[in-house]
């Protein structure tokens, strides 16, 4: 089992950043993605950024290019995601997520939100 722990979400006006952070733990080996999806009430869990644990390779949603970025801290099993250039479409619950051997393992969410 893999266990994910997120931090930092929070209220922050337009065009403002957060920095998102998930602590994985637990059995944690042969971990091949960990990234961040994101969901609205009554709408579909859709992806906003991962990278692989190995070679460290970035995907994003294109409406967060370029503004938001994905990074990791192997030796603390940690992954970040900064996001800037915050708008109210970004309000949302971010779910970390990690992959290893076909099993999804998700957070439990936190929000945020984008709000004047």
């Known amino acids: 089992q893999v266990q994910l722990v997120e931090s930092g979400g929070g209220l922050v006006q337009p065009g403002g950043s957060l920095r998102l952070s998930c602590a994985a733990s637990g059995s944690i080996f042969r971990l091949r993605t960990m990234g961040w999806y994101r969901q609205a009430p009554g709408k579909q869990r859709e992806l906003v950024a991962e990278?692989?644990?190995?070679?460290?390779?970035?995907n994003y949603a294109d409406s967060v290019k370029g503004r938001f970025t994905i990074s990791r801290d192997n030796a603390k099993n940690t992954v970040y995601l900064q996001m800037n250039s915050l708008n109210v479409e970004d309000t949302d619950v971010y779910f970390c997520?990690?992959?290893?051997?076909?099993?999804?393992?998700w957070g439990q969410g936190t929000q945020v939100t984008v709000s004047s």
């Open positions: 997520h990690a992959l290893k051997l076909g099993a999804d393992y």
């Open positions: 990278i692989t644990t190995g070679g460290g390779v970035t």
